[in-house]
């Protein structure tokens, strides 16, 4: 069983940056693919970025060029960097760990979920 424990949400004013931490318990992370989504209230849950096990990025559209993810197998921690906020990214951040190496944009392909990270942007 893994456990994830999202932390660096806050609140921040538009334009503004914050780094998201995902640490790891109870599996290495090297070996799997992991993923951070979001979900706003009355919305549903929106793939937000992923990274594979050999440390290849992915990005939903929206987030190319403002988020970065990474991850740091030694600390068995991910990380979510996201710059020029705006209000619209206004949403609980939740990190994912998948099932394999390999991972996509669905929310299914995700077996282990944090309790989330909250991230308030004000205009």
């Known amino acids: 069983q893994v456990q994830l424990v999202e932390s660096g949400g806050g609140l921040v004013q538009a334009g503004g940056s914050l780094r998201l931490s995902c640490a790891a318990s109870g599996r290495t992370l090297d070996r799997y693919a992991m993923g951070w989504f979001r979900q706003a209230p009355g919305k549903e849950r929106d793939f937000v970025a992923g990274?594979?096990?050999?440390?290849?990025?992915y990005y939903a559209d929206s987030m190319k060029g403002r988020f970065t993810i990474s991850r740091d197998n030694a600390k068995n921690t991910v990380y979510l960097q996201m710059n020029n906020l705006k209000p619209e990214d206004t949403a609980v951040y939740y990190c994912a760990c998948a099932a394999g190496i390999y991972s996509g944009t669905v929310a299914g392909e995700f077996p282990y979920w944090g309790q989330g990270t909250q991230v308030t942007v004000s205009s």
């Open positions: 990274i594979w096990s050999s440390g290849t990025p």
